[in-house]
């Protein structure tokens, strides 16, 4: 076996490719033995060649040369001028008095920082990326069990039935397969965005390591540090997994069979957070530091509600009694009342722009404006939801046994509508797109009614930005909030002492910007605001008038439709 090609033999001369190494030269990382220092000594007399021993091999700093005398090492750094220099440019007058530092203490700077990127990657960040891998691939195993004992439930109560209901229950178990292909579609799309930046992470450790161990100055100064934009962690995707409601076998319906109850998939980007590092490798100095970097990603301040409200200006409108208000903008407000009339007003101005009579000739019931700037608006009486594009009235929704009530548009673009049977005996909210049902929202999980019968009739209705649907039940005297698959959040039914010592009687409500649920309390003369929980806050009390309708502009004003004077009044409540 030729010894130079074994893949025993230990270590040969880069230069004679014979003799066993002895030597290096640091300067040009070439291993050598002791007869070939002077041959390659000689083969470049530009550089100055540090030659070591093989065990002591990059144990040479690699200082630059410096460009302006070429013959000098740069062994320090100007500070003023942000340059490397050397021992002759010191004492120049281009650097008299300048603060010089030894690029030495530089860089063991600079590879102490390295250390802290690698530590903080390797202990912390890479092990909570698979820590999230890991969970997300949990998720998918239960997904898979937990569909798969919805197709068992469903195939079950299936079997209870007659022969001619086969049919629904192949529809039913599609619509199971659908629903899990589509999340686990999610779940594996959201895995694949957590490995690759596992893999990436693993490679910027890699390639730290490597220039943590090079001894080119100019190479690792020059290196970036950027494992911020790992600190940022995906968000966690809160699956809540769909069910199958039977109803009683008795029953002679397709309804009556059972529904599924659609899943939700929910983005929560503190859902996860970074492992923390048991102590620190590099001493108490270098764990500050990361603190610091951690202090840096939080997040930022939350507005703060004021103490005191304040009315910042008050429209004068035209109508016997004021029910709703809708910002068309933050300068425009839609109102409606009393009549068949629904009026636009200039905020600043309090003038009348426009108005639109509704063709029926009945009072709108409810008014909401859409994304796109569009006034909706309900006609009770006539079992209708219209819009108004251009000035032009277009029926969208066309009810039968139904009456429309409340209305709001959603973030998505979707229609939001309370509405009750004619026999006053049902209340539900039904979600559509264009004049499509996508979702109705009647009952709880056991089955109990979200929302009063029949009695009165004032129920407003709003979205906030965590997309749950906030109603405030005037008959029933609470305000009832669901998540945006329609399983109940909370219930809030007014806080004590209230200004008037009155019961809570909600009318209009709205959300903001910090998702904060605000309702109208017409006994008591004020609005409650909640947070996103149902927490009481505080109340806003300041000089109102029986408020009913509600809304908030981009800049988290509220606008307060008063029932009988007539008039909208805008507040400050927040910073």
């Known amino acids: 076996m030729d010894p130079r090609t074994s893949a025993q033999d230990v270590m040969r001369c ?11 030269c640091d300067t040009c990382l070439v291993n050598l033995c002791k007869a070939c220092i002077g041959e390659h000594m000689i083969s470049d007399q530009t550089k100055k060649h540090e030659i070591v021993t093989f065990q002591s091999r990059k144990s040479t700093l690699l200082y630059p040369r410096c460009k302006v005398h070429a013959d ?27 603060d010089v530092q030894l690029l030495k203490d530089i860089l063991a700077k600079k590879k102490a920082a390295i250390q802290i990127e690698i530590n903080e990657l390797d202990e912390s960040i890479y092990p909570t990326y698979q820590d999230i891998a890991s969970d997300v691939q949990n998720t998918m195993s239960q997904l898979e069990k937990e569909y798969g004992d919805l197709s068992i439930a469903i195939t079950k109560h299936g079997e209870d039935w007659h022969r001619e209901i086969d049919k629904l229950v192949k529809k039913l178990k599609a619509e199971v397969d659908e629903m899990k292909n589509k999340d686990y579609e999610i779940l594996k799309a ?42 940022m962690l995906p968000s966690k995707l809160n699956i809540t997994m769909a069910k199958f409601s039977p109803f009683s076998v008795q029953e002679r319906s397709s309804e009556a069979f059972g529904k ?27 764990s500050t530091l990361q603190n610091k970097r951690t202090e840096a990603g939080s997040s930022p301040p939350v507005k703060q509600l004021l103490d005191e409200p304040e009315t910042v200006t008050i429209i004068n409108t035209g109508y016997g009694y004021l029910y709703n208000v809708a910002c068309l903008s933050d300068e425009e407000i839609w109102t409606s009342g009393l ?14 722009l426009k108005s639109i009579t509704i063709k029926s000739g009945n009072k709108p019931s409810g008014i909401a404006v859409t994304k796109s700037g569009d006034l909706v608006y309900t006609d009770y009486d006539d079992r209708a939801v219209n819009i108004v594009k251009n000035e032009k009235i277009e029926e969208v ?13 959603t973030s998505s673009g979707d229609l939001l509508v309370i509405m009750y049977s004619d026999d006053y005996k049902q209340t539900k909210v039904v979600r559509y797109s264009g004049s499509t049902e996508k979702q ?67 009318r209009g409500i709205t959300t903001d910007s910090q998702s904060h649920t605000l309702t109208a309390d017409v006994n008591n003369e004020c609005v409650h605001i909640i947070d996103q929980d149902g927490q009481f ?4 009390d300041c000089g109102l008038s029986e408020p009913k309708g509600l809304c908030t502009d981009t800049n988290d004003n509220l606008l307060v439709a008063q029932y009988r004077n007539k008039q909208v009044r805008k507040i400050k409540y927040q910073n």
């Open 397 to 409: 929704i066309r009810l039968q046994n139904w009456r429309p009530w409340g209305v709001c548009s």
């Open 72 to 98: 000098n090492s740069c062994e320090f750094h100007c500070k003023e001028c942000d340059i490397p220099i050397c021992s002759a440019c010191i004492v120049s007058k281009k650097h008299k008095d300048h």
């Open 440 to 506: 109705t929202i009647q009952f709880d999980d056991k089955g109990k009614p979200l929302y009063l019968s029949g009695g009165d009739y004032y129920r407003y209705i709003t979205e906030n930005r965590n997309l749950d649907i906030c109603v405030s039940d005037g008959g029933a005297r609470v305000v009832v909030v669901v998540n945006q698959a329609g399983k109940l959040r909370f219930r809030y039914t007014g806080h004590t002492p209230a200004p008037k010592n009155k019961s809570f009687s909600p």
């Open 14 to 24: 880069d230069l004679c490719e014979t003799a066993v190494v002895q030597m290096h």
């Open 537 to 540: 806050l505080r109340y806003i």
């Open 339 to 352: 009549d068949s009339t629904m009026n636009l007003y200039s905020i600043n101005q309090g003038s009348l």
């Open 260 to 286: 599924i109850i659609s899943p939700t998939i929910s983005s929560d980007n503190h859902g996860y957070s970074i492992r923390a590092v048991q102590g620190s490798l590099l001493g108490d100095e270098n």
């Open 190 to 231: 959201h895995l694949s965005n957590v490995q690759t930046c596992t893999s990436k992470i693993n490679e910027d450790i890699n390639s730290l390591h490597e220039i943590l161990d090079s001894t080119d100055i100019s190479k690792v100064l020059k290196f970036p540090l950027d494992s911020k934009r790992y600190r």
